[in-house]
Nanobody, 128 residues
């Protein structure tokens, strides 16, 4: 599975940004099954953390407490693409944002641990 993120950039606090992640090589078998897709982020000097994840086409979603009410994750059922709509962005949202995919991780209690099978290269979000 290949995951390619886009949409990062620089934004002022209070602004909005939309990230996209397109998946290819999906076969719905083993590690190539991506029922779960989501977003993680890693700020300099900090561990990678879960931000928002989605199961299939939105049957279930999870959000980090720090982004609830500000970020929205969605999934296009036709092309295995997910989006992260980021509103009221704060300086503490500055990080590299990674797309992740896995068969069942998003259904687990520890969905926010960075142990998912498939990862993108990341896209930088800088808030000033």
């Amino acid at each position: 599975v290949q995951l390619v993120e886009s949409g990062g950039g620089s934004v002022k606090a209070g602004g909005s940004l939309r990230l996209s992640c397109a998946a290819s090589g999906v076969t719905y078998a083993g590690t190539h099954d991506i029922n779960c897709m989501g977003w993680f982020r890693q700020a300099p000097g900090k561990e990678r953390e879960g931000v928002a994840v989605i199961y299939q086409h939105g049957i279930r979603t999870h959000y980090a407490n720090s982004v609830k009410g500000r970020f929205t994750v969605s999934r296009d059922k036709f092309n295995n693409t997910i989006y992260l709509e980021m509103n009221n962005i704060k300086p503490e949202d500055t990080a590299t944002y990674y797309c992740a995919a896995d068969r069942l991780k998003c259904l687990q209690d520890k969905w926010d641990e960075p142990s998912w099978n498939n990862w993108g290269q990341g896209t930088q979000v800088t808030v000033s």
